[in-house]
């Protein structure tokens, strides 16, 4: 049974940083492409960034290039999304995604 479980979210003030943690089972880690959406309320998922599955190639949005960081541990079956200099407007439900297979979500709120 494929599970993709997030966890580290949480309350923290503008300017804080945060790190997500996505860790898989049932299946492969290795072999998957893997990739971090975020919903806020009335808005869309967005994807936020994405990590091949070498870990050598890694794709941001624009809203959080230079702030957030992607990077897997495939002996662990983790991928993690460190957040830096958090805005009020990265609040969301943080998802990890891949292939078809969807966690649970973990939320992230940024305020003072």
């Known amino acids: 049974q494929v599970q993709l479980v997030e966890s580290g979210g949480g309350w923290v003030q503008p300017g804080g940083s945060l790190r997500l943690s996505c860790t898989a089972s049932g299946f492969t880690f290795s072999n998957a492409v893997v990739n971090w959406y975020r919903q806020s309320p009335g808005k869309e998922r967005e994807v936020v960034a994405v990590?091949?599955?070498?870990?050598?190639?890694?794709i941001y949005a624009a809203s959080v290039k230079g702030r957030f960081t992607i990077s897997r541990d495939n002996g662990k079956n983790t991928v993690y999304l460190q957040m830096n200099s958090l805005k009020p407007e990265d609040t969301a439900v943080y998802y990890c995604?891949?292939?078809?297979?969807w966690g649970r979500g973990t939320q992230v709120t940024v305020s003072s």
């Open positions: 990590i091949t599955n070498s870990g050598r190639s890694t």
């Open positions: 995604n891949c292939w078809d297979y």
